[in-house]
């Protein structure tokens, strides 16, 4: 499996920014996918996961209500949608996937076993 993240860019806050990742392989429907991120000094945090069939989806308590998290099956992508922008949500973006099949949640990074390559989004004050 493949990951391809893109969308990241500067924005001033308050402004919106829409991330998406795009996997390979036929296994895409079958994986929990998810979204970290990691600000320069800091350890890679969850940012949001949402089940294989987009019927859960779980948020960071920091994000909720401003991010969404979905996802299309038949195009093979997942997206985020961040609103709201706040300078502290800058960072390095990935998106990332658990084994086909594994479908509990997990908030480590460890637990994933696919990653993006990173999508930098910068927010202004």
């Known amino acids: 499996v493949q990951l391809q993240a893109s969308g990241g860019g500067l924005v001033q806050a308050e402004g919106s920014l829409r991330l998406s990742c795009a996997a390979s392989g036929r296994t895409f429907s079958r994986s929990l996918m998810a979204w970290f991120r990691q600000a320069p000094g800091n350890e890679r945090e969850f940012v949001a996961a949402i089940s294989d069939n987009g019927g859960s989806t779980y948020y960071a308590g920091s994000v909720k209500g401003q991010f969404t998290i979905s996802r299309d099956n038949a195009k093979n992508t997942v997206y985020l949608q961040m609103n709201a922008l706040k300078p502290e949500d800058t960072a390095v973006y990935y998106c990332?996937?658990?084994?086909?099949?594994?479908?509990?949640?997990?908030?480590?990074?460890?637990?994933?076993?696919?990653w993006g390559q990173g999508t930098l989004v910068t927010v202004s004050s």
């Open positions: 990332a996937a658990r084994k086909a099949g594994i479908y509990s949640l997990s908030y480590s990074s460890n637990d994933y076993d696919y």
